[in-house]
C-alpha cells in the first residue's frame, strides 16, 4: 500500500493522483497608509496565525510598507472584513498555495539521471551532483565536508578554483533558509557555469585561475528536506528547543552579530527564533568554523536568500554605516547594473537595515564583523508575484543574471582586495 502524501508537498509523479487537499492557504499583500493601519496588522497576528513571507515577522510591519502573509481559509474570511472594515488596500496574491505549489514544478525532466539546472532538486539529487563535480572536474572541484546537522547530515563544501587555499577566496551559501528554493538552484549553476566555462570564458577563466570560491549549496540541509518532504513553507532548521514544542532555529539569527538586541527573536515558536545562544545550532557553527580557519584568504562573502530582489550589505543591526560603506555602495549598484542587462530584472540595494527591515544574528553582519569587508546577500527573484514558490520555468533566467552579477564582484574582489 502506498504511503499517504504529506501535504505541502513536491507535485506527484504522473499517475499518481493530486496531493490531498486538507485546507486552502492564501497569500494576502496589504500595504497599510499609516501607523493606525499598520498597528491593525499587527493586532491581526496576534489573534490570527499569520505566517509573514516579507518583512519576516510583525514587528517589522510600518506604514507605506508591501506586506505579504499567508493565512488559512479559515482565517482568510475574517482578515478579509478586517481589512474591508478599515478600508485598507490588499491583493491576494495567491488564492490556493497547495495549488501554487504544484505549479512550481514546470519544467520537464531532460534526461532521466542527468542532474537537471532547470528544475528544483532535492537534497538526495544534491548530494549525487556533488560527488559528481568532484569527479568530473577533479583538478578544479573538492568537497569538503564541514560538519553534520542536528539530523547528521553532511554539510558540504564544495572549493571550487585550480589554486591551493592561500589564494585569496570568496565564500558563497545557499538554501539558510529552507523554503527559499531558488537559492540552492543559484549555487549548483554557479558551479556548474564555473567548471563548463573555464577555458572558454575569459573572467571565468581568469578568476578561477586566480581566486577560489567555497560554496555552500545548501546551509540548512535538514529543513531543505523538510520542505520537500512535510511543509513546503518551511524555514528554520530542525534542532528541538529545551521547554518548547516548537521545533526550530532561524540560522540567520543565530550568528554571533548583535544576537541579543531584538526581543522578539527570544520565542521559540517564531520563525525567527535566534536559538539559545549565538551559534548554538550545528549548522551556524560548522560555517563559523570553516571561514575562522580561512580567513586570511577570504576576502569576500556572498549568501543568497529570496525573495524581493535586492542586493543587501551591512548593517542589519544598526543603521550605522560601515567604515567602507561607501566601496560596499559603488559595488553593489553597478553589481545591480550588471545583473539587469541580461534581462532587465531591477534590484534595489543598500544597507539591509533601512532598504530591507532591521535584521540581528545574521551571517552577514557576523562575516563583516570577523574582518571580511566585502559581505553581500542577494534576495533574488521574484518581487511577490510567486514568493518562495518561483516557477522552474523562471530558475535559469534568475540564475543567469545573478551570475553576471557575482562574476561582477569576484572581479572587483581579485582587483581591489589586498
Partial sequence: MRKPRPRMTKQPAQGEGATPRLHVEKVFRVKPQDE???????????????????????????????????VSEKESQSIQSALDQNNMHYEILIHDLQEEIEKQFDVKEDIPGRHSYAKYNNWDKIVAWTEKMVHKHPDMVSRIKIGTTVEDNPLYVLKVGKGDERRKAIFM????????????????????????????????TKLLDRMNFYVLPVFNVDGYIWSWTQNRMWRKNRSKNQNSKCIGTDLNRNFNASWNSFQNTKNPCANIYRGPKPESEKETKAVTDFIRSHLKSIKAYI?????????????????KLPSNHEDLDKVAKIGTDVLATRYETRYIYGPIASTYYPTSGSSLDWAYNVGIKHTFAFELRDKGKYGFLLPESLIKSTCKETLLAVKFIAKYILKHTS
Fill in 36 to 70: 493606525k493601519q499598520a498597528n491593525i496588522i499587527k493586532d491581526l497576528a496576534k489573534t490570527n496565525q499569520l505566517d509573514f513571507w516579507y518583512p519576516d515577522a510583525t514587528h517589522h510591519v510600518t506604514a507605506n510598507m508591501t506586506i505579504d502573509f499567508q
Fill in 173 to 204: 551559501d545557499c538554501g539558510i533558509h529552507a523554503r527559499e528554493w531558488i537559492s540552492p538552484a543559484f549555487c549548483q549553476w554557479f558551479v556548474y557555469q564555473a567548471t563548463k566555462t573555464y577555458g572558454k570564458n575569459k573572467i571565468m
Fill in 303 to 319: 549568501t543568497f536568500h529570496s525573495y524581493s530582489q535586492m542586493l543587501l550589505f551591512p548593517y542589519g543591526y544598526t543603521s
